[in-house]
Nanobody, 116 residues
């Protein structure tokens, strides 16, 4: 599948951003979809993940209660609503899809910068 992120940018601490990932290709073989992030000098980490049906989600402890992942079937997107953003949320955010065979596809990434 092909994944294209949008919605990154700059925001002050306490603000909100909404990321969107447009999905195309063989979407019927997708098992899970999610968002990861990588801050400078740090490893890539899972932010949030959702099952293909949208019925199951899980979040990193650091974003629980602030971020919400959702799938828009009409637009064929995976969205990440990010509220109460903090400087430590600054990172490049990547959209991810895992198919039923375990193959990972990644988007090109979108920068999120939160200033204090």
């Amino acid at each position: 599948v092909q994944l294209v992120e949008s919605g990154g940018g700059w925001v002050q601490a306490g603000g909100s951003l909404r990321l969107s990932c447009a999905i195309s290709g063989s979407t019927f073989v997708i098992n899970t979809m999610g968002w990861y992030r990588q801050a400078p000098g740090k490893q890539c980490e899972l932010v949030a993940r959702v099952s293909s049906s949208g019925g199951r989600t899980n979040y990193a402890d650091s974003v629980k209660g602030r971020f919400a992942i959702s799938r828009d079937y009409a637009k064929n997107t995976i969205d990440l609503q990010m509220n109460s953003l903090q400087p430590e949320d600054t990172a490049v955010y990547y959209c991810n899809a895992v198919n039923v065979l375990g193959h990972n596809d990644w988007g090109q990434g979108t920068q999120v910068t939160v200033s204090s």
